[in-house]
């Protein structure tokens, strides 16, 4: 074993920061729906992302490393704000939100339980949230 075998590869530590979450895409209006009626059964974040923004992608990036609920617990909607700009106006009507990026809100019951945005985005105050 040589010296340098104990040190981990730049290769080693980007593939244990990759973090697999379970996001579906929001990428029809119609899809709200859904969302509501599935919030009837278990909560649902809805993660809205601004793709240019590099706050917004550092946000989502610490939300996923430190996110640990399974889908039974919570269910993960993620918008692109750039792609998808009507539907986010339509979720900040339905919900009665101000629009921001990033921004998540968790739906139960078919109304908007919680919303936040930028640095306030934790993913350990969402389990909180939701118990």
């Given at each position: 074993?040589?010296?340098f075998?104990?040190?981990?590869?730049a290769?080693?530590?980007?593939?244990?920061?990759?973090?697999?979450i379970?996001?579906?895409?929001?990428?029809?209006?119609?899809?709200?729906?859904?969302?509501?009626e599935e919030?009837?059964?278990?909560?649902?974040?809805?993660?809205?992302?601004?793709?240019?923004?590099?706050?917004?992608?550092?946000?989502?990036?610490i939300?996923?490393?430190?996110?640990?609920?399974?889908?039974?617990?919570?269910?993960?909607?993620?918008?692109?704000?750039?792609?998808?700009?009507?539907?986010?106006?339509?979720?900040?009507?339905?919900?009665?939100?101000?629009?921001?990026?990033?921004?998540?809100?968790?739906?139960?019951?078919?109304?908007?339980?919680?919303?936040?945005?930028?640095?306030?985005?934790?993913?350990?105050?969402?389990?909180?949230?939701?118990?």
């Amino acid at each position: 074993m040589s010296f340098f075998s104990k040190f981990k590869s730049a290769r080693d530590i980007a593939k244990e920061a990759i973090v697999e979450i379970p996001w579906h895409i929001i990428s029809d209006e119609r899809m709200l729906d859904e969302i509501i009626e599935e919030s009837e059964k278990v909560p649902v974040l809805i993660f809205k992302h601004s793709t240019r923004c590099g706050i917004s992608r550092a946000v989502l990036k610490i939300f996923e490393r430190n996110y640990k609920l399974n889908e039974d617990q919570l269910k993960l909607y993620f918008l692109d704000l750039l792609q998808y700009r009507d539907i986010s106006n339509r979720i900040a009507s339905r919900f009665g939100v101000q629009h921001e990026s990033p921004q998540i809100l968790i739906i139960k019951g078919g109304k908007s339980i919680y919303d936040t945005s930028h640095h306030s985005i934790d993913a350990d105050e969402v389990a909180k949230i939701v118990g």
